[in-house]
């Protein structure tokens, strides 16, 4: 493999103990409450926290490795693309399928072109100005790059929080299931945020977070 080995970071890696602990801490509690059945808004709060933190687990790589070679940094993207696209498909599926919601098809459509178009919004915004953007020292197309994947990321992390806080008023088992593949699914998204901020110069902590 081409991948050049990164100077070892104490911060990254304390960092990456660190999230692990917090998330198995925090799992072990919502599992307890959940199996005695005890519902309340801070346990839902916790397991939706739990699905955002693990979108940190797809910096870990990169703990070890920083400088990647372009054609596995090509491949990093098309492992994470295609997660999410197929994860994608699935929640559109299931949309299609939904019981006793009237109008399914078409409200599953409607949001599937409103998302769609407010990303190529969001673009040509921020098209117009590629040249005098920045963040940190990261300028231009670069930047925009960082923006556009991190806004569109956590904006739909609010549609997750409402989808574990659904799924819990339904049943705590179905609430623990929801929580589980969302934060499953929740890591190669934080990949595909890393592939995109950490070899333009940022580091694991922010490319996780």
Known sequence: MNYKEAKFSFSDLAYSI??????????????IKAAEGNITILLVFVAASITALTTGFGAFPFIFFKDINKSWLGYGNALAAGLMLGASIGLIYEGF???????TEFRTTIGLITGVILVIIAHKLLQNRKEDFSIGNIHGANAIKMLMIVGIMTVHSFAEGIGVGVSYGESSTFGVFISVAIAIHNIPEG??????LIPRGSNCVRGGG
């Not at 660190?18 to 599992?31: H, K, R, T």
């Not at 990949?191 to 995109?196: D, E, G, P, Q, T």
């Open 18 to 31: 660190f999230l692990i602990v917090v998330v198995i801490m925090a799992a072990y509690w919502v599992g």
């Open 97 to 103: 399928l939904l019981s006793d919601v009237p109008n």
């Open 191 to 196: 990949l595909a945020i890393s592939l995109i």
